[in-house]
């Protein structure tokens, strides 16, 4: 079975500043790796996804993540955040191939402050 | 690309009546959606699979009589709540695996907000 750690339930940061969301797995199995972010009172939007090749995966709004295998993390990064970038943040997991159940993560809160 | 829909957005209904939920996938097919609940300030919690033309697959605890599910076509899915009570009032969200190109993405609706007084 996999299961998804986020590590963190809220971040406050301020404005411009970097900010690092830590995801972490466990899985026996090879799995595909996803950040979505969720605004208040709505579905979650899919900010990059990791499934192969290219360990470093970029993503929309200036977001990325860094698939390690050793350390079976996937932590999301931004180097300067906008007060827009306030919301929650989801850490999912599925297994590659075949039928692809997510199973999410606690979330993160980011909280940006001017 | 890649939009999922669902109607309604809020709804508020008495103890012991029915309400559906639909979610669509408008610019593609989704032969698998899913169906998830999430309750304030928590994660997403998978209820059910739903699979074109066939029963949906029911997470363990959720009970299938009181949350029918039923995906009629590659585009419609929907969830209906039979003999809802305060403590089905969430959040219920619902993605689309799209058929071909990136299968394995899920793609979310914008939710449901369901009260029961």
């Known amino acids: 079975a996999q299961s998804v750690t986020q590590l963190d339930s809220q971040v406050p940061v301020f404005e411009e500043a970097p900010v690092e969301l830590r995801c972490n797995y466990s899985?026996?199995?090879?799995?595909?790796l996803f950040w979505y972010v969720q605004y208040p009172n709505q579905g979650l939007q899919l900010l990059l996804k990791?499934?192969?090749?290219?360990?470093l995966v970029k993503g929309i709004n200036g977001f990325e993540a860094e698939f390690n295998k050793s350390q079976t993390s996937f932590h999301l990064r931004k180097p300067s955040v906008h007060i827009s970038d306030t919301a929650e943040y989801f850490c999912?997991?599925?297994?590659?191939?075949?039928?692809?159940?997510?199973?999410f993560g606690a979330g993160t809160r980011l909280a940006v402050h001017p | 690309g890649a939009v999922v829909s669902q109607h309604p957005s809020r709804v508020i209904c008495k103890s012991g009546t029915s309400v559906k939920i639909e979610c669509r996938s408008l610019d593609f097919q989704a032969t698998t959606m899913f169906w998830y609940r999430q309750f304030p300030k928590q994660s997403l919690m998978l209820m059910a699979t739903?699979?074109?033309?066939?029963?949906?697959?029911?997470e363990q605890g959720v009970e299938k009589d009181k949350f029918l599910i039923n995906h009629a076509s590659l585009t419609l899915s929907t969830l209906t709540v039979t003999s809802a009570h305060p403590e089905d009032s969430s959040f219920y969200i619902c993605s689309a695996r799209a058929v071909g190109g990136e299968t394995d993405t899920q793609y979310f609706g914008p939710g449901t907000r369901l009260t029961v007084l």
């Open positions: 999912a997991v599925s297994t590659s191939g075949g039928y692809n159940k997510l199973i």
């Open positions: 899985s026996s199995v090879s799995v595909y």
């Open positions: 990791y499934l192969s090749g290219s360990t």
């Open positions: 739903s699979n074109e033309g066939s029963k949906a697959t029911y």
